[in-house]
């Protein structure tokens, strides 16, 4: 896991804005991404929804994107996640039964997220959510 910080340059003591870090596309970077997003966000309730969330998008990712994705997290001026790939596929919000094997993943950022979207990228996309 590589891991970037940006900090706010023009106080000294001012909160960091944001962290990324980037995970190989395999099934075990997709634990190591919620984690990575969990402990970024102090309020436990709010930090469960956002666990779960990577962790559908970050399997997403790991099952359609090559190489790496990256996760990151903005905490101002909203608490906002972003998961990028390189895959130019977009994802589909399906329509599921309690008998579909499986596309849950953006139904669930849809009922949890106060926000979410996808935006295309020069090389791949980002999918995102904001509570």
């Known amino acids: 896991m590589i891991t970037k910080l940006n900090g706010h340059a023009s106080e000294s003591h001012s909160p960091r ?3 990324e870090a980037s995970f190989p596309a395999e099934p075990r970077a997709v634990r ?3 984690k990575f997003a ?3 966000v102090a309020e436990p309730s709010e930090r469960e929804s956002v666990e779960l969330m990577v ?3 970050a399997t997403n990712a790991m099952r359609y994107a090559d190489g790496v994705f990256s996760v990151r997290v903005s905490l101002r001026p909203r608490l906002r996640v ?3 790939d390189a895959s130019d596929a977009l994802p589909v919000l ?3 039964t309690s008998e579909s094997p499986g596309g849950r993943g953006l139904q669930i950022v849809n009922q949890l997220a106060a926000n979410w979207g996808i935006e295309r ?3 791949g996309k980002v999918v995102w959510f904001e509570l």
Request: hydrophobic letters at 40%.
């Open 17 to 19: 804005q944001w962290e």
């Open 32 to 34: 190591a991404a919620r």
């Open 38 to 40: 969990g402990r970024l």
């Open 55 to 57: 962790s559908e998008l």
């Open 82 to 84: 972003e998961v990028r």
């Open 94 to 96: 399906k329509a599921t």
């Open 121 to 123: 990228l020069d090389s």
